[in-house]
């Protein structure tokens, strides 16, 4: 059986702030690539981002807000059925035996 000889390589020493600033640059060119991806990436980027955060605001108090109309609906609708229960009940308008 024949072994291969193994390549040694030497280690090679970097400075921390080197692999800092390399790790900031290409997080850098990532951000930049991913926002021209989707268009954002022009003059007008930081105003359409700050629409779109209004937009997702505005959306989000809509939900909230249906959420509770929807809410004061039913306890409405629930005050309403035991007052006529309530009439029936006693009879106030001579309905009933």
């Known amino acids: ?3 291969e ?8 020493t970097i ?5 800092q600033d390399m790790l900031d640059r290409a997080a850098e060119r990532g951000a930049r690539l991913a926002l021209h991806q989707v268009g954002l990436d022009g003059e ?3 105003h359409d981002i700050r629409e779109l955060r209004n937009l997702l605001d505005a959306y989000n108090e809509a ?3 249906a959420g509770m109309t929807l809410v ?12 006529a229960g309530t ?5 106030l308008f001579g309905g009933g035996q």
Do not use: N, Y
Not at 5 to 12: F, K, N
Not at 15 to 19: G, L
């Open 15 to 19: 400075p921390q702030e080197d692999i």
């Open 5 to 12: 000889p193994i390549e040694r390589r030497r280690m090679v």
């Open 1 to 3: 059986m024949e072994t």
């Open 63 to 65: 939900k909230r807000e």
């Open 72 to 83: 004061k609906m039913i306890v409405a609708g629930l005050v309403m059925a035991l007052l």
């Open 87 to 91: 009439v029936l009940k006693l009879k």
């Open 44 to 46: 007008d980027a930081a």
